[in-house]
């Protein structure tokens, strides 16, 4: 889990720095990025509320 974690938000970074350099555009798909910034986001939230289920279930 530590790992899907690790390469979400490492997806998440290099994306960044590879539209902040100008090596990917996205003017013609503004909604592409935050679409990916607000998944990662929220697989990350589904995977803790998955360890915590199971790490305090009866």
Known sequence: MI??????????????????LGCLDFTNYQWFVTAVTIETFLQIVAL???????????
């Not at 790992?3 to 902040?20: E, P, Y």
């Not at 803790?48 to 009866?58: E, T």
């Open 3 to 20: 790992g899907w974690i690790t390469a979400l938000i490492a997806f998440n970074v290099i994306l960044t720095l590879l539209v902040g």
């Open 48 to 58: 803790g509320a998955i360890a915590v289920k199971y790490l305090f279930s009866d």
